[in-house]
């Protein structure tokens, strides 16, 4: 394993928010937990927003307070203005992640603020934030392009980032949030706007998840799927993926419904089947 790769895992807040029925606290608290101890680098636990806007995570203090923190693991959550930055950092969280759009429209769809209106917000979090030593991360939508405007252009997005480091964010997310980018976009606006070397990935416990406010959104990449596609390219994600797939398992019976990972229906690289009946029959 020459390369260690991070892997954060999103699914209790961005897969849980657009459920049809709410997960109990327990079963979250219980799933997190769980998944603290398969060896990912980060868990972004949940959503310090309006109950009323996101009635599924309404019980983000409870749950952030209820996990069992394992070393080695940061615990980030998402905050959409400066109470939700306060109600955070009472409950004593390792990383605060904001949320803009690199396009009008759809951040007036999403979060009712252009790009520029997200910045001004962003700067009054990142105030309520000085002397707590919690890392402040931001995530760019439509990195890649916007499902109501298109191509965002390339020198939007670098502008952008210089933009948020400017104002004191530590991390920056480039997210694509309908699964419009192809791989040679992702490598030259990664190249451009953050030098070479991308080494953390987001990616979704059964790919759960996907923007309510983004027509079409394909929800995210399967962590299960993405840590076996690391392993099998030879690079380290310090993940236990037997203990990841123990937990995509019970996924259906918590959410209701199948999740399209590929590797909990067809097992590992290394599994093996026997061959069929007749053969066996041949040989004898």
Not at 17 to 45: H, M, N, Y
Not at 80 to 89: D, F, Q, T
Not at 160 to 166: A, G, K, S
Not at 233 to 253: E, N
Request: one cysteine or more.
């Amino acid at each position: 394993m020459s390369k260690r790769l991070y892997i954060q895992e999103v699914a209790t807040r961005d897969g849980f928010q657009i459920e049809a029925d709410f997960v109990p606290t327990e079963a979250k608290i219980a799933l997190i937990d769980r998944l603290s101890q398969s060896g990912l680098a980060k868990i972004e636990v949940t959503s310090f927003t309006s109950p009323k806007a996101i009635p599924n995570l309404r019980d983000a203090e409870d749950v952030m307070r209820g996990i069992r923190r394992a070393e080695g693991v940061e615990y980030t959550v998402l905050v959409p203005n400066v109470k939700g930055c306060e109600r955070a950092l009472a409950c004593e969280v390792d990383e605060i992640n904001l949320v803009m759009s690199a396009s009008d429209t759809h951040g007036l769809a999403n979060l009712r603020m252009t790009p520029e209106q997200s910045l001004v917000q962003f700067r009054e979090i990142i105030e309520a934030t000085r002397g707590s030593g919690v890392f402040i991360n931001a995530s760019l939508s439509t990195t890649f392009g916007c499902p109501f405007e298109g191509d965002v252009p390339e020198r939007r997005i670098y502008e952008l980032v210089q933009r948020l480091l400017e104002i004191g964010v530590q991390g920056i997310t480039l997210c694509d949030t309908t699964g419009m980018a192809d791989p040679a976009q992702v490598e030259r606006i990664c190249r451009e706007a953050l030098n070479a070397g991308i080494d953390r990935f987001d990616a979704s416990l059964g790919g759960l998840g996907g923007c309510p406010y983004a027509p079409g959104a394909s929800g995210n990449i399967c962590t299960e799927d993405l840590v076996h596609m690391f392993q099998r390219m030879g690079l380290g994600t310090g993940v236990d993926l037997d203990r990841l797939l123990q937990c995509t398992a019970d996924l259906p019976q918590l959410v209701g419904h199948d999740v399209p990972g590929a590797v909990l229906k067809a097992g590992k690289a290394d599994r093996r089947y026997p061959g069929p009946k007749w053969m066996e029959e041949a040989a004898v």
